[in-house]
Every structure is written in C-alpha cells, then in structure tokens.
C-alpha cells in the first residue's frame, strides 16, 4: 500500500495530476473515510475495524465503506486534490452526513457510546479519546495533549486533528504553534503494536510496520503543506521539491536523515514569517478578527 499512495503522491504532486487513473477499491478507498482527517484515528493500514468521524460525531462501522461531501483526504494536502475534491462532494451532495461510498445511500449516524463499545467488545482508547474532542474547551488543548510520543495510531490523529484544525480557521495565524509541533516530529518513526493496523495477520513483520510509517508520514506532510499553502509560503507548499530523490525511492532511512536537516529550517520558516506577520505569541491580545475566527472554530 505504501508503493501505491507513493506513486499517487507522485502523480498528483509532480505531474499536477489530481484525479489518477484508477479504478475499483483501490481508487474508492482513497475517498473513503479511512482516508478522511476527520477520522482521526485511522488511515487505508492504519487502525483496525471501527472508526469515529469528528466531522458528523459518528462511530464508523465500515470506514472503507463509507463517505460523505466533506471528506478531507489525509495523503495528499487539499490544495493538489482540490478538483478531486470538489467532484466527490457533488457526487455526495444530497446527503447531509455519511453515506455509502459504493452504494450511494445515507448511513444513519451514531453517536459513540462508552457503553455500547464495552458492550459490542470494540472499545478503543484512541476512539474513546477523539470522542471527547468537542468536549474539551478550549479544543487547542486537546490538540496540544495529542502531540509527543512515538505511539503511531496517536501520532496520526494528532496530524489529522492539527490539519482539521487548520482548514477550520482558514488561516495560519492560529495554528503555527500546532505546525511547529508537527514539524519536530516529522522526523520521527511511528511505532505500531500488533492490533494497530488495519490486517487480518495477528503479528506484524517488518515490511508492514514500514508501510504504516508511510501513512503518518504523509499525512503530517501534507499538513505542512497546507500551512503554506495558508501562509503563502512556497517553499514549504512544495516542501516535496526539497527532500532530493528519498521521497522517490521510499527510503525511510534515507528520507529520516534528510527530515533531521530539513524540519528544523522549516521550523525557522514559520517562526521567522509568524514574527515579520507580529503573530508570534504577541503579547497584546489576539484582534478582534483573530478572537472571532477562534470562537467559530471552536462552535465547529
């Protein structure tokens, strides 16, 4: 799966392409809510069986199955899928919340239940977790609480959770913090436990392991991406033109020792712009535009 999304990440970010040629699962997984950022805590490998859609406040019983209108795909950033994008949410367009990605039919939406996970024996502490999301006030604090660690399941969701977050707002002004935290963990590698990913084998071997680190990898890229894309800042839209021929090879030892140079200067980039914008922790309070962009991400 990782030479796959490897190959779509090259014909969609080097050749312009934004719909490839493709047919059957393979094409409509890409547009299912696996490969959703609203479903946080899931990808085409990663996490197994049940899913929760933050968007809708859904359990997700067959997340490959499913879809709806506003689908955010995590492997590639919005603005190289965007024709893509909007072609799926006119196809999906008479639903109101979730439906069947094959089918074109509503799915009926279910709130989770601490409960009746227990009960069905599907509980999940990462589902668990994301359930509290809207909960938590203000929703920057649950964002901060998921970043750290090398816990790969967790790593994804707080990408997701980060990139949602982003393309709430609108902007970079609010979420640079939340970027800069992705970047020192760009370089990182994933972990995976046995019942992390979405197989049918009980134990997980080597090659398996590094396909998953493939799915967090771009998604937390493709967040990078679409903070430039925010911020106006090109070098780090087309971040991919910077890391030389690892990206290519799917190279992870290769593309790991590229990432300890490359995340800390794009660190630099995003401080220094934040700084020249006076949006680098001002000690003034926020402006009343900013104030009122932060309280509708926070009614969302």
């Given amino acids: 799966?990782?030479?796959?999304?490897?190959?779509?990440?090259?014909?969609?970010?080097?050749?312009?392409i934004t719909a490839p040629d493709l047919s059957g699962v393979a094409m409509n997984e890409l547009y299912s809510c696996r490969n959703c950022i609203h479903n946080c805590g899931q990808s085409l490998l990663i996490g197994k069986e049940t899913g929760y859609c933050i968007k809708h406040d859904s359990v997700l019983?067959?997340?490959?199955?499913?879809?709806?209108?506003y689908l955010h795909r995590k492997d590639l950033p919005r603005f190289v899928v965007d024709e893509g994008l909007r072609e799926h949410a006119g196809e999906f367009a008479r639903f109101s919340a979730l439906a069947d990605l094959l089918?074109?039919?509503?799915?009926?939406?279910?709130?989770?239940?601490?409960?009746?996970?227990?009960?069905?024996?599907?509980?999940?502490?990462?589902?668990?977790?994301?359930?509290?999301?809207?909960?938590?006030?203000?929703?920057?604090?649950?964002?901060?609480?998921?970043?750290?660690?090398?816990?790969?399941?967790?790593?994804?969701?707080?990408?997701?959770?980060?990139?949602?977050?982003?393309?709430?707002?609108?902007?970079?002004?609010?979420?640079?913090?939340?970027?800069?935290?992705?970047?020192?963990?760009?370089?990182?590698?994933?972990?995976?436990?046995?019942?992390?990913?979405?197989?049918?084998?009980?134990?997980?071997?080597?090659?398996?392991?590094?396909?998953?680190?493939?799915?967090?990898?771009?998604?937390?890229?493709?967040?990078?991406?679409?903070?430039g894309f925010h911020a106006g800042l090109e070098d780090l839209m087309w971040a991919t033109d910077h890391l030389n021929g690892a990206l290519a090879?799917?190279?992870?030892?290769?593309?790991?020792?590229?990432?300890?140079?490359k995340a800390p200067e794009w660190a630099e980039q995003v401080i220094q712009h934040a700084k020249s914008e006076n949006a680098f922790f001002p000690s003034h309070p926020p402006s009343e535009e900013l104030a009122e962009e932060l309280a509708e991400v926070e009614a969302l």
């Fill in 61 to 69: 019983f067959e997340p490959v199955r499913t879809t709806c209108k």
């Fill in 103 to 227: 089918e074109h039919k509503p799915v009926e939406r279910l709130p989770y239940n601490e409960k009746f996970a227990w009960e069905r024996h599907q509980f999940d502490p990462l589902n668990q977790s994301l359930a509290q999301y809207h909960k938590t006030k203000p929703v920057w604090i649950f964002l901060q609480a998921m970043s750290g660690g090398l816990d790969g399941r967790r790593s994804l969701a707080h990408a997701s959770l980060v990139r949602r977050y982003m393309d709430q707002c609108g902007t970079w002004r609010s979420s640079y913090r939340f970027i800069l935290a992705l970047l020192q963990e760009l370089p990182s590698t994933p972990q995976f436990q046995d019942n992390d990913l979405n197989t049918a084998d009980s134990q997980l071997d080597d090659e398996m392991r590094q396909e998953a680190v493939w799915d967090v990898f771009f998604t937390r890229l493709s967040g990078l991406q679409e903070y």
């Fill in 1 to 16: 799966m990782a030479d796959e999304l490897a190959d779509y990440f090259r014909q969609d970010q080097e050749k312009g």
């Fill in 249 to 261: 090879t799917l190279d992870w030892s290769a593309l790991k020792a590229e990432l300890d140079d």
